[in-house]
């Protein structure tokens, strides 16, 4: 009975420890305002980019960025890891961001291009709504990394072809 009470009790005592570490790492990272994405103040009626359009961001996490002064795809494709570190801990997800592979996707939408996501967004098929907010299973996560690597393969290709195109008239 005394085993199983100190058992306990180190399990309490290494949960509590462990707590207090991630804690003091949150609380590091926000400190470092060098890490803090840019911000940009939109004019009058412009209402920014719809940031919904990257898979793992609904209108709780569109809202948080928002206040932080992220409105645009180029803001978030220009975020340093820093910066994804920096908002993970803000938004109370570490590691989200690089999981979720947003800048890559952000990066395509700047540019211009889709995602599978959103083209099914644009289209109706895919709805917004708050457990668009949840984080991605790993199984998702990593599925959506391959659809955004070729996504950016097929953007690439195009935008080759295009120059080629341009150049040879």
């Not at 359009?53 to 409105?71: D, S």
């Not at 889709?114 to 998702?140: F, N």
């Not at 690597?149 to 341009?166: F, G, S, V, W, Y």
Request: overall charge neutral; charged content about 30%; aromatic content about 4%.
């Amino acid at each position: 009975e005394k085993a199983e009470a100190d058992r306990k009790a180190k399990e309490d005592a290494d949960r509590k420890a462990a707590a207090d570490k991630a804690e003091a790492e949150r609380k590091a990272v926000l400190e470092n305002a060098a890490a803090k994405p840019r911000a940009l103040a939109l004019a009058s009626g412009d209402k920014g980019d719809d940031l919904k359009l990257i898979k793992g961001i609904g209108p709780k996490n569109e809202k948080t960025c928002n206040e932080l002064g992220v409105h645009r795809f180029a803001q978030i494709a220009e975020w340093t890891p820093d910066n994804a570190k920096w908002v993970g801990h803000h938004m109370a997800f570490p590691g989200r961001i690089e999981r979720e592979h947003w800048i890559p996707q952000a990066k395509l939408l700047a540019g211009g291009a889709d995602t599978a996501y959103s083209a099914g967004v644009k289209s109706g098929a895919i709805k917004i709504d708050d457990s668009s907010d949840v984080p991605l299973s790993d199984a998702e996560a990593s599925a959506l990394g391959q659809g955004v690597a070729q996504a950016a393969a097929k953007a690439d290709a195009e935008r080759q072809a295009a120059l080629a195109n341009t150049a040879g008239k």
